[in-house]
């Protein structure tokens, strides 16, 4: 006899991808009578940079030098979605501090509120963790012209190159 939901029915048990019930069974999911799933920092951080980063406005992740850094070590690596996320995990809680960068003419206290409404939902609905709070700190600001500083410096030399 087998433990999986529907093996009575005969349909095949399956793991859903992301919970879509709020609230059911958050915390109680992870420590049962048959055992303790552990849910790692790195796993939480990834969750939360990626839903942060989904939220229209955000431009970039992480503090000035740790972004320099990440673009470098992206360029060969690819980039750290957990970068400018740092998580504290428990049994059945979680707390998020995020670093960011918005993008100009965003108002800043709507973006927070729209990243925190995210994070929470992401982590809760995939780990199961209550998050007790979403801290955010916002950075820097991404200016318009700032990547079209970029990209005429970055063509200049190919263009300097074909005149030759």
Do not use: F, W
Request: a negative charge; charged letters at 25%.
């Amino acid at each position: 006899m087998s433990n999986r939901p529907g093996a009575a029915t005969g349909a095949t048990g399956t793991v859903p991808r992301a919970r879509t019930q709020e609230g059911a069974g958050m915390a109680s999911s992870l420590v049962t009578e048959k055992g303790t799933t552990s849910i790692d920092d790195s796993v939480v951080a990834k969750i939360a940079g990626l839903a942060a980063r989904e939220v229209s406005g955000v431009h970039a992740m992480g503090a000035g030098p740790a972004r320099a850094l990440g673009s470098m070590r992206g360029m060969v690596a690819g980039p750290s979605v957990a970068q400018g996320v740092s998580v504290e995990v428990g049994e059945r809680q979680a707390a998020v501090d995020l670093d960011l960068v918005a993008e100009y003419g965003t108002a800043i206290p709507d973006l927070a509120a729209a990243v925190r409404k995210n994070v929470i939902s992401a982590v809760e609905r995939m780990c199961g963790l209550e998050v007790t709070e979403v801290n955010i700190r916002v950075d820097d600001v991404h200016l318009p012209d700032q990547d079209r500083g970029r990209e005429s410096s970055s063509r200049a030399p190919e263009q300097e190159s074909r005149v030759q």
